[in-house]
Structure formats: C-alpha cells, structure tokens
C-alpha cells in the first residue's frame, strides 16, 4: 500500500554483533516505509535476509551515532531510545513525534551511556516472561511498528 506522504522515521543502529540482525532490521524498514538506516562500525546488509528493502531503503554508514545523532537533533528529531531504563516509558502509551530517530541498542551491551545521555526519550516494550528482553531485531520491528500505528499513512 503506497503512502500518502514520506516516513519521517529514522532508524539509527549501533555497530552490531552480527549483520544478520542489521539485515532482519533492514527488511523490516523496508515493510513499514522506512527509507533512511543509519549503521555503524563494519555493517554490511546481507541480501538473502534484507530482500528487496535495500531497493528503498537508504542505509547510511558511520564510524559512532552520537555526532549523527547531534545533527539529526539540530534538524528537528527527536531522539527516542528503543531500551529499557529507570526512566523509560512503555512503548504502546508512548506518543511518537512524526520526526523521530529510533535508537535501537546493541544486541548484548543495549545502547551506550553515551548514546542515551544523547536522547529526549526512552521507551521499553514491556515484557512478561523470560528473557527479559527481544532479540535487537525483533524489538527494532515493533518499534517500527508502533511508529507506524500512530501515523499509518505516512
């Protein structure tokens, strides 16, 4: 289904452990409208896994998010931390701004000191059994998710 206007959602990813995950991150980007993912350290999306996303999707390369992040923030998004914190708040009564930059962490270490120092928000998705926390591909995808249930046109 087309949009009616551009995503304003940014995805922005730490160096991950594994290309597989920043690839199930890619494709899911790529479902839901997404067109800019900021990657760090010796990222590379495998196609087999990504799919078609890299046809629309813009994947950007850098060394370290917080100068990205320092920028994107002059242009006007805002920063929201997809980690669990003692002051995040739960994702589903979260209201998205429309220019958001989701920070999705590190699939053991979560998101830098330095990184959540970066960002306006912190949202966790509430989790109700063991482990206490999703794969960084799996809680990339319903954060993109429910950015998307709050502006489903675009």
Partial sequence: MPLARPRELIVACPPMRS???LSRIAR?????GVTRLIACGTARLVDKIARDASESL??????????VLARLRAEGHALVALEQTNDSQSLFEFA?????????GNERLGIEPEVLR???????????GSPDS???ATAAAIGMYEYCRRYPTG
């Fill in 58 to 67: 813009t994947v950007e390369i850098h060394r370290t998010l917080p100068p």
């Fill in 134 to 136: 999703h794969n960084a």
């Fill in 28 to 32: 899911a980007a790529g479902c839901f």
């Fill in 19 to 21: 290309n597989v995950n």
């Fill in 96 to 104: 998205f701004p429309r220019k958001t930059v989701l920070v999705i």
């Fill in 118 to 128: 970066l960002v306006d928000h912190s949202v966790e998705i509430p989790v109700y």
